[in-house]
């Protein structure tokens, strides 16, 4: 059974760096396409930043690009998330996502397995 556990979110200033992370477990990570989803309150889950199987092809959402890096390990089937120069419109639940073979939009679907997800809150 896939699972997909968020940490490193928090509250943060507006300039400031978090890392996410996400341990997945029940599979390999190295067959799955892995990504960064956000989610604010009444808005639709949005696709952050995404990677392929083997780590070496990423797509990533206008907004962060040049501020996120996404990574992964496939040794310790983790995916990473860096953050840094946050903005207040960063603000959201951030969400882990797999899915099975080669996909690098930065759209949801319904194969996709979720985390429960983590709190990132940035301030002016």
């Known amino acids: 059974q896939v699972e997909l556990v968020e940490s490193g979110g928090g509250s943060v200033q507006a300039g400031g760096s978090l890392r996410l992370s996400c341990v997945a477990s029940?599979?390999?990570?190295?067959?799955?396409?892995m990504g960064w989803f956000r989610q604010n309150q009444g808005d639709e889950r949005a696709g952050v930043a995404v990677i392929d199987p083997s780590g070496n092809s990423t797509n990533y959402a206008e907004a962060v690009k040049g501020r996120f890096t996404i990574s992964k390990d496939n040794a310790k089937n983790t995916l990473y998330l860096h953050m840094n120069n946050l903005k207040t419109e960063d603000t959201a639940v951030y969400y882990c996502?797999?899915?099975?073979?080669?996909?690098?939009?930065?759209?949801?679907?319904?194969?996709?397995?979720w985390g429960q997800g983590t709190q990132v809150t940035v301030s002016s």
């Open positions: 996502a797999a899915i099975r073979g080669y996909w690098l939009e930065l759209v949801p679907k319904q194969s996709h397995y």
């Open positions: 029940g599979y390999s990570m190295s067959l799955y396409s």
